[in-house]
């Protein structure tokens, strides 16, 4: 049986006595048909990721499970609700919510979307674009300002999947977060599948905007499937579906985007068609076999030639 890290179990709302920031190895979400089987298997990974919004609650068996498996592993918290990028003022209820979630859990990393997903008091279930603006860098700058206040910890922001552009747009996206980053000291957290979904469909160069990031800010990556439709001309779309195995041209960009950073944390992100265990772990292994083969890394161990996993 494979054994889990090697660090101590720390207790659920207490700070991590050895970990400040998640490992430089590759974690993947956690589903609740693995809960199980991951406390019975203990299986060697780098961390965990959840959705914020799928905790709060004060109870109940998701709670359960999850403080069992914090007790053992790194964890990530994603949030999908703030609407970081909407002109209305963020909502308080919601942003107290996750306030009692970070404190419970005290999670190595928080990480939000830069999309809007709410208007007008009704909540939309989408992550939607936005134009890159002054006026909006304005509010999204005032909006991460405020969670970064309320929570006590600085925030990652995710770059978007995008199906449209606005023709309203003075900036490219890259500047636009380079910015927001500038201004309000988030951290990033590079979705490399969503710059492919994003490049491909408007027709954008990957790597050029890879380079056009504040690399230093890269706190975490996810990696991702995507599906491929056909738009009204025949031009390739391509979908930030969650729902298949990670694509050849995303780890192609993926081995670039590490180059650029060194080792980071890096999520395998499965939200769709949630597949066994065993094949999320071989997709998180693979990750990690990016990292080890290009920074000579033996398996199992940190960035670097570090602590030994």
Sequence with gaps: MS????????????????????????????????????????????????????????????????????????????????????????????????????????????SEHLAWSSHGGTFLNDLLPLPYTQRTLTHVCAHIDHVQERLGRRMLLENPATYVQFRASTMSESEFISDVIHRTGCGLLLDVNNVHVA??????????????????????????????????????????????????????????TLGLTGPKPTLIERDNNVPELADLLAEARQADAVMNRLFQRQPGQHALGGVPA
């Design 3 to 110: 054994q889990p890290l090697s660090h101590e179990p720390f207790a659920v709302g207490a700070a991590s006595p050895a970990l400040t920031q998640l490992p430089n190895q590759a974690g993947i979400g956690l589903k609740p048909e693995h809960f199980r089987e991951i406390l019975a298997q203990s299986p060697a990974l780098g961390f965990f990721e959840v959705h914020a919004e799928n905790f709060m609650v004060a109870g109940g068996p998701y709670h359960y499970y999850l403080e069992r498996i914090r007790g053992l592993y790194p964890l990530s918290i994603h949030g999908v609700g703030l609407s970081i990028g909407g002109q209305e003022p963020l909502d308080l209820a919601h942003l107290a919510r996750l306030a009692v979630l970070l404190e419970r859990y005290q999670p190595e990393s928080f």
């Design 199 to 256: 490049c491909t469909n408007h027709g954008g160069n990957a790597r050029e905007y890879i380079l056009g990031l504040p690399l230093q800010a890269i706190d975490e990556i996810h990696l991702a499937g995507f599906a491929e439709e056909r738009d009204s001309t025949g031009a390739p779309l391509l979908i930030d579906s969650h729902g298949t195995p990670v694509a050849p041209s995303v780890w192609e960009l993926y081995a670039f």
